[in-house]
């Protein structure tokens, strides 16, 4: 008895939460098609988090493999337990919105945000929709990761999806980092193909050649 009790005061509380990999020196790569003038094109994209001014929170941060591409803030980051918060405007900014909750189980939602208008100089503003978590599997490409199954919904009383999607647990969207709440937009697509931890490589969707020597050949 006594050692049940000690399992549970001290062991429950950490099997409770998973693994989070919003932290400094993590590195997302995406492959994006679109649309240049009509003709369709690929290229590489980068987000990454490094700290802040304000050492408790991060800075996401993205940019292009294209000649004198330079880094663009997206948002300020923040985490506790599974969940991930962003603010666009100042670190003391009592404003945060939920990107992600990855410690959503089958059957539970709540509304999730994205950031829009990285610049600067415009207004920005944040897209809101209701999600909900249909399922969690293996990823069978990546068997250490998990993949949850969402839906999308304008709001909590929908009653019908118009979007879907997977986020993969503790880690992104599978198009977007940033895209937590939209996997189909109209102009392009956005596809997650590896992720970095201070130069590791702990995710990748690249087969074949060594990925880490080949998304590293871009960035």
């Not at 020196?25 to 987000?47: A, C, H, Q, Y």
């Not at 918060?85 to 990107?99: G, I, T, V």
């Not at 189980?105 to 945000?113: D, F, L, M, R």
Request: hydrophobic residues 35%.
């Amino acid at each position: 008895m006594r050692f049940l009790l000690l399992f549970y005061l001290f062991f429950i509380p950490y099997l409770s939460f998973g693994q989070n990999y919003f932290k400094d020196g993590v590195r997302w790569i995406m492959l994006e098609s679109f649309l240049d003038n009509g003709v369709p094109k690929n290229g590489f994209s980068s987000t990454y988090l490094c700290k802040a001014p304000n050492d408790s929170l991060l800075s996401l941060y993205s940019y292009h493999d294209e000649p004198e591409s330079k880094p663009v803030f997206i948002a300020y980051i923040k985490t506790e337990g599974e969940k991930v918060f962003f603010n666009q405007y100042e670190d003391s900014s009592p404003q945060w919105f939920l990107l992600y909750d990855f410690g959503l189980k089958p059957g539970e939602g709540c509304y999730i945000y994205r950031p829009l208008n990285y610049n600067l100089k415009r207004p920005r503003r944040s897209v809101q929709e209701y999600m909900i978590c249909k399922e969690i599997r293996k990823d069978p490409a990546n068997p250490e990761w998990e993949i949850m199954e969402m839906e999308v919904f304008e709001e909590a009383s929908s009653l019908e999806p118009f979007d879907k999607g997977c986020w993969i647990k503790g880690l992104s969207s599978e198009n977007d980092v940033s895209m937590s709440n939209a996997f189909h937009l109209e102009g392009g697509r956005s596809e997650l193909i590896a992720v970095f931890d201070n130069g590791e490589l702990i995710y990748s969707k690249i087969t074949g050649s060594d990925p880490s020597k080949t998304v590293k050949n871009y960035f």
